[in-house]
Nanobody, 116 residues
Framework: QVQLVESGGGLVQAGGSLTLSCTAS????????MGWYRQIPRKQRELVAT???????YLAYFVEGRFTVSRDNAKNTVFLKMNSLKPEDTAVYYC??????????WGQGTQVTVSS
């Protein structure tokens, strides 16, 4: 059974940093490309970053140069290091396999709030 637990969110001032963690269990992690997604209320969930099992990464244009994604396969954990945060980064952040769809299992996410 798949389980995803995101943590590390919080309230931070613009320009600040946060590091999100996501621990996965079940078959979702070791063989899969993992992704970080975010959702703003009343908007569609969007892809932020992905990382393959071999640590090839992708970052969406709106976070490139500010965020980095990494993973620890031994601990079934994926990280999102967020620097130079902007108010528009405010969202609930989720991790999941990539690609993932609305009908897939999703964890509870972690709230990131960036104040101006």
């Amino acid at each position: 059974q798949v389980q995803l637990v995101e943590s590390g969110g919080g309230l931070v001032q613009a320009g600040g940093s946060l590091t999100l963690s996501c621990t996965a269990s079940g078959k979702i992690f070791s063989l899969d490309t993992m992704g970080w997604y975010r959702q703003i209320p009343r908007k569609q969930r969007e892809l932020v970053a992905t990382i393959t099992r071999n640590n090839d990464t992708y970052l969406a244009y709106f976070v490139e140069g500010r965020f980095t994604v990494s993973r620890d396969n031994a601990k079934n954990t994926v990280f999102l290091k967020m620097n130079s945060l902007k108010p528009e980064d405010t969202a609930v952040y989720y991790c999941n396999k990539w690609p993932a769809y609305a009908y897939d299992y999703w964890g509870q996410g972690t709230q990131v709030t960036v104040s101006s």
